[in-house]
């Protein structure tokens, strides 16, 4: 069985490291408005809000300055937040029947909000989609409407400090061929034979990568309609390959572990010059290699070519939707689409908010892409080909099983429970939390 928390490490910790993606909302309190969609032609006056940090929030103002140049009538007020808070208020404003008209989304809570009749189906304005590829737009679809469109895309990879491999005497594996037990037989090669360990293990316990492994299975974390999809064979083999690696010592031992979580992105053993590598999503790279003060080198994630199909999927960085009570559709409508579509509104954000999803202006800003922008660009160029579909949208209840996964991931590494028993906590609790059971 589960035991308490030995750590006291929290989803905020996680989301501190860099690796969640999105914070954890409560569940909405209240459903939003029931009355259908909001004006068609209103006043003209758009509550705007999203996350990120101060230079997203500065060139997202850039970006509102131009669209208003161009679209007299329109007042926008802006609402920038930081990543908790975020959740916390957006919740508090749904509930009270008070959202804002345009708004960044999670694909944890796409279909939360979704569900709770708060957000627009975006068939309803007059979007310009035909530069975003179909595959894209799925993965802000359920149920046969668009409830989001993906701000842009990006990708799983292992980053490498590739002088870290060559101080141990090592090379870079090929990427193209390899499996997790080459992964395995690298890692503790690094650690052995080098100064730094050979990865820090904070990945691990990240759902979305344990979904790549099963998914090079040709199972998957959840089903279409909404259940979990894998087998408990496949995520007793997940949590065996972490117990190995930190037996090998590739992989620091558990207290170490939960200290690089605390730690948070920026000081995690990657940045810090202590490990070697670290899986991560392609559009961390920059901050990372900010830290580090030299370059990385991104790999496929292993058993990409040695499994029943890919695992990795080009993911939604995040989504822009529309409320349901949106106080005026057309001009929600064209501020979506000079998001999405504007030379001036890409040329500001670049690939921040992943590469951009339409795909003549990815192309376009390639050559304006900052060097670590343009790392996970040509990595994602190179993997596309080879990708499977993207996996549908969770379902509802799945923002609490980012929190679920790491409670029992420090079960396990604490030795509190065995891996059948970590598997079996993780099954139960995630069942409950997204109304399978």
């Known amino acids: ?28 309190a209240a459903c939003g408005n029931d009355s259908g969609g ?4 209103g006043d003209g006056e758009l509550d705007f809000w999203w996350w990120g940090s101060d230079p997203r929030h500065e060139y997202t103002q850039q970006i509102i300055d131009a669209f208003l140049a161009k679209n007299e009538g329109v007042t926008i007020k802006p609402s ?39 957000l627009l189906p975006l068939e309803e304005l007059d979007i310009d989609l035909s530069n975003i590829e179909d595959g894209t737009i799925k993965t802000g679809q359920f149920d046969g409407k668009t409830y989001g469109i993906p701000t842009g895309v990006n990708s799983f990879a292992l980053l490498v400090n590739p002088a870290l491999v060559e101080a141990a005497g090592l090379t ?17 090669d690094l650690s052995n034979q080098g100064d730094a360990i050979g990865n820090s293990a904070i990945s691990f316990s990240n759902e979305s990568l344990f979904n790549v492994f ?17 087998t408990e064979a496949t995520m007793n083999e997940w949590w065996q390959m972490v117990i190995d690696l930190r037996d090998a010592g590739a992989i620091p031992a558990a207290s170490q572990i939960v200290e690089a979580f605390a730690a ?41 070519s040695t499994g029943a199909q890919p695992g990795l999927y080009l993911k939604s960085a995040m989504y822009w939707s529309v409320s349901r009570t949106v106080s005026d559709k057309a001009a929600a409508g064209k501020l979506v689409d000079f998001l999405l579509n504007s030379d001036e509104s890409l040329d ?54 980012a929190d679920i996964m790491l409670g029992v991931f420090e079960t396990l590494i604490f030795d509190d429970t065995t891996v059948e028993e970590t598997t079996a906590a993780f099954i139960e609790q995630a069942n409950t939390a997204i109304g399978a059971a």
């Open 80 to 118: 920038p937040n930081e990543f908790d808070a975020y959740w916390d208020a957006l919740n508090v404003s749904v509930s009270g029947n008070n959202a804002p008209d345009v708004l960044q989304q999670d694909e944890r809570y796409l279909r939360d909000y979704a569900d709770k009749n708060a």
């Open 214 to 230: 099963a998914r090079q299975k040709g199972e998957s974390l959840y089903t279409d309609d909404g259940k979990l999809g894998f």
């Open 264 to 304: 948070g992105q920026d000081q995690a053993p990657l940045a810090t010059g202590t490990g070697v590598t670290e899986f991560y999503w392609t559009n961390q790279i920059g901050a990372i290699q900010s830290v580090l003060g030299s370059d990385l080198v991104l790999l496929r994630v292993p058993g990409e």
């Open 172 to 188: 870079l594996p090929d990427d193209t061929a390899w499996s997790w037990a080459d992964y395995a037989q690298f890692v503790t």
């Open 348 to 401: 500001l954000m670049l690939g921040d908010r992943g590469l951009p999803s339409n795909t003549a202006q990815r192309e376009r800003i390639l050559p304006q892409l900052p060097a670590d922008q343009k790392l996970g660009a040509d990595y994602i160029a190179a993997i596309t080909p080879t990708l499977a579909d993207a996996p549908p949208v969770p379902p509802i209840g799945s923002g609490g099983v």
């Open 38 to 41: 909001g004006g068609d032609e």
């Open 1 to 28: 069985m589960q035991s308490s928390n030995p750590s006291g490490v929290s989803r905020r910790t996680l989301a501190k490291a860099g690796l969640l993606g999105a914070a954890a909302s409560p569940l909405l």
